[in-house]
């Protein structure tokens, strides 16, 4: 009876642990503001991804913002961040900031 408990357990603990890590990822994905969830299709959530597009996860909100109406100004030099940063208002881009921001791992 012991070894079957033991085998249940085991095969129960990893499931149940699987499904509380796709609620959480569900969670933060819920909780991310309209058009946060875009920036990951060239931005890597990761540090060990290798690529020249830089990471925002974790930066600096103010950075994040500044670099936004940069782009969006035509300050800032880009490939398409440019079009992409004049979809989105000054208020979405501080939501998505602040999100970003707050991501860190």
Known sequence: M???CRCICL?????AAAAALAVSS?????DAP??????SGCHPAT???ATPVPR???RDAGQITTAMTEFRTG?????VMDRIAKGFTDDET????AFLAAQKE
Do not use: E, F
């Open 56 to 58: 925002l996860n974790g």
């Open 2 to 4: 012991v070894h079957i």
């Open 47 to 49: 540090a060990g991804v």
């Open 75 to 79: 300050k800032r030099p880009a490939t």
């Open 26 to 30: 569900m969670a933060s994905a819920a």
């Open 34 to 39: 309209p058009g946060a969830s875009s920036c």
């Open 11 to 15: 095969l129960i603990c990893p499931l």
């Open 94 to 97: 501080k939501a998505i900031a």
